[in-house]
């Protein structure tokens, strides 16, 4: 009981409003417990100590909550949790809380293939040649369910009966674009949903640049089939580097001033097809449980 009461304390921490995500974040992690912080907050704020008679807060009808969202198929993973992902926990961008809908792997080999929503012929056929060679092998492709690169890479993924992990930017009650709604069924079914809000958020302008941080901190590398400047994919790359994880630019890219900026970066691989990628996977296998590369 103990675990579905600090589940619900970081729901209930998270709808107060009163401190940015990362902040309790941090404080949660760092207090070990979100009862704790939770109490705290409230003794600050003059309310009622939380385990006085009549708390303020209940904690046992948010632990009811989430419980069915676990019947609904959508679990609930906390940063307290030892099965949240670990490579995401190591990156300042973590979100306090998953939902997760489908089968998590923890130890596979992930990687990131994504790109713009309008792609050229040459960019859909670049990210299914990635996106299928990479499960091929074996390794999780990571994408956004977003229209273009992303829906090309998941499809892929599926054809060859690999798997495929979608990290979204809405909650997981919705899907978006509408057009992919029996494609993210299909992931949930044979790999895995991911998403940080609510169950029934919808899209907006900021959730995007959320999800892109969750995607290169969930994985280990990021490949950048076709991205404008003002792009999720370009933000990616420049998050996965930031995060010290392997970024894979497309040649076509270094038209733009940004990709030519970014090749010359620690990290960065410029690539001329899908064998540049799966000569290199050995490359990204971390070392003694750390993000080291070979």
């Known amino acids: 009981m103990d675990q579905e009461l600090e589940r619900a304390a970081v729901v209930a921490l998270l709808r107060r409003g009163d401190r940015s995500w990362s902040e309790l974040t941090d404080q949660i992690e760092t ?3 979100a009862r704790d912080v939770l109490e705290e907050s409230l003794d600050a ?6 385990f006085d008679p009549g708390p303020a807060v209940d904690l046992d009808g948010i632990a009811d909550e989430v419980a069915a969202w676990e019947r609904e198929g959508m679990r609930f993973v906390t940063i307290l949790d030892q ?3 670990l490579y995401l926990r190591l990156v300042h961008q973590r979100p306090p809380f998953l939902f997760l809908r489908g089968t998590p792997v923890e130890h596979d080999l992930r990687v990131a293939v994504v790109g713009t929503r309008t ?6 056929a670049h990210a299914r040649a990635i996106a299928g ?4 092998r074996g390794v999780t492709v990571v994408s956004g369910l977003a229209a273009g690169i ?4 998941h499809g892929a993924a599926l054809a060859v009966g690999g798997r495929t992990v979608g990290v979204i930017g809405t909650g997981l009650r ?3 674009p509408a057009q992919n709604a029996r494609l993210q069924e299909e992931i949930a079914e044979r790999g895995l949903l991911i998403s940080q809000f609510w169950p029934d958020a919808p899209p907006s302008k900021v959730s995007f640049p959320m999800r892109n941080a969750v995607m290169s901190g969930y994985s280990l590398a990021t490949v950048v089939v076709e991205a404008a400047y003002r792009s999720g994919a370009r933000m990616q790359a420049r998050l996965a580097l930031e995060h010290g994880r392997r970024v894979f630019l497309m040649r076509s890219l270094l038209t733009h001033e940004w990709a030519r900026e970014y090749a010359g970066r620690p990290n960065t691989t410029v690539i001329d097809g899908p064998e540049d990628v799966f000569s290199r996977l050995e490359s990204l296998v971390p070392t003694t449980g750390e993000l080291t590369w070979k």
């Not at 792609?119 to 859909?124: C, L, W």
């Not at 992303?150 to 890479?153: G, I």
């Open 31 to 33: 207090v070990g417990s």
């Open 45 to 50: 704020s003059g309310q009622a100590a939380l």
């Open 83 to 85: 099965d949240y992902p």
């Open 119 to 124: 792609p050229t012929p040459d960019g859909i």
């Open 133 to 136: 060679g990479l499960a091929e």
């Open 150 to 153: 992303d829906t090309a890479a």
């Open 174 to 176: 919705r899907a978006y």
